[in-house]
């Protein structure tokens, strides 16, 4: 298995909703990550979990509170969220050794009214 | 902080035309990655470039790594409407990558 799966794929919530993103890999990797992406722009990295522990936080809201349950799975919660904070929301995982690369899932789309 | 320049951000040619993209830095990169990305999807990564002067090819697509390992370009032969979509190159740098602002390319038949 060679994919990173995220979702959902689409989500639409309100300013005072709580939500989650959820994301899995089954390849063995121990770095996984969340980016927010608007359209057009690179990726811009939000958080990096290393072996299950969080080791960058790039100084991202509270409103986003990141999660790593196992090896395989990373969660983003969401609450009282903005307008702008609607963008695609990618997930990737890594070696150790991120001079790999990363492999990212498709994203979900998130939209907030 | 390590910053990578993309260059041209948006490039629209014609089926078949020849194309080159470019990522410059002022800071050494362990490796650099060239992904792409199309709409609606997580970027997929075509290569990584390790080595100082390194060239890697991929069916018509061409990575160069600068010998200073700096730079890197990224070159399409005979572009076709399938390779259209967001190009980004990624710098390794200590803990984490630096991505490119990213080149759209259109390919148009």
């Known amino acids: 298995d060679t994919e990173v799966t995220q979702t959902p794929k689409h989500l639409v919530m309100g300013m005072t909703n709580k939500k989650s993103l959820k994301c899995e890999q089954h390849?063995?990797?121990?770095?996984m990550y969340w980016y927010k992406q608007k359209a057009k722009k690179p990726p811009e990295l939000m958080f990096v979990?290393?072996?299950?522990?969080?080791?960058i936080n790039e100084s991202v809201p509270s409103r986003f509170s990141p999660e790593c349950p196992n090896s395989s799975l990373l969660n983003l919660h969401l609450h009282a969220l903005q307008p702008e904070d609607s963008a695609l929301y990618l997930c990737a995982s890594s070696e150790a050794d991120i001079n790999y690369g990363y492999t990212f899932g498709s994203g979900t789309r998130l939209t907030v009214v | 902080t390590q910053l990578l320049e993309q260059s041209p951000q948006f490039l629209s040619i014609q089926e078949g035309e020849n194309l080159t993209v470019y990522c410059n830095s002022s800071?050494?990169?362990?490796?650099l990655q060239w992904y792409r990305q199309e709409p609606g999807e997580g970027p997929v990564l075509l290569v990584t470039?390790?080595?100082?002067?390194e060239v890697k090819k991929l069916k018509r697509l061409t990575f160069q790594f600068g010998d200073a390992r700096k730079d890197s370009s990224l070159h399409i032969t005979a572009a076709q409407p399938g390779d259209t979509g967001l190009y980004l190159c990624a710098g390794v740098g200590p803990g984490k990558s630096t991505f490119g602002d990213g080149t759209t390319l259109t390919v148009k038949p």
């Open positions: 390849m063995g990797h121990r770095a």
């Open positions: 800071s050494v990169f362990s490796s």
């Open positions: 979990y290393s072996y299950e522990k969080l080791s």
């Open positions: 470039v390790v080595t100082g002067g």
